[in-house]
């Protein structure tokens, strides 16, 4: 079993910056990947962002490409997503999520993935 837990999200002014954690416990932190997703109001659970441990590459949807970054302390068994120039359409509650399966590049369908942290909202208003 995996326990994700997210934190650090809030209200930020557009183009402003926030920082997410996703803490793991319960299985080896270094196997897979992980990824953040984001759900707005109505909307479906959409891909932000992946780290494949097993190549130690990162992964972006192309509306994050740029301002959002996906990185991993192994020592704190924490991953993290970076997000410069917020914008009002970042508007969400964002996921955590591992990735238990093998496939390269690591999946962007939320379906794919195993375990789902609880959420944290990112609001950007002015």
């Known amino acids: 079993q995996v326990q994700l837990v997210e934190s650090g999200g809030g209200m930020v002014q557009p183009g402003g910056s926030l920082r997410l954690s996703c803490a793991v416990s319960?299985?080896?932190?270094?196997?897979?990947?992980m990824g953040w997703f984001r759900q707005a109001p109505g909307k479906g659970r959409d891909f932000v962002a992946a780290f494949s441990f097993s190549r130690d590459t990162t992964s972006y949807a192309d509306s994050v490409q740029g301002r959002f970054t996906i990185s991993r302390n192994n020592a704190r068994n924490t991953v993290y997503l970076q997000m410069n120039s917020l914008q009002p359409e970042d508007t969400a509650v964002y996921y955590c999520?591992?990735?238990?399966?093998?496939?390269?590049?690591?999946?962007?369908?939320?379906?794919?993935?195993?375990?789902w942290g609880q959420g944290t909202q990112v609001t950007v208003s002015s």
């Open positions: 319960g299985r080896t932190f270094s196997s897979y990947a």
């Open positions: 999520a591992y990735y238990w399966g093998h496939a390269y590049p690591t999946p962007k369908s939320a379906s794919e993935y195993d375990y």
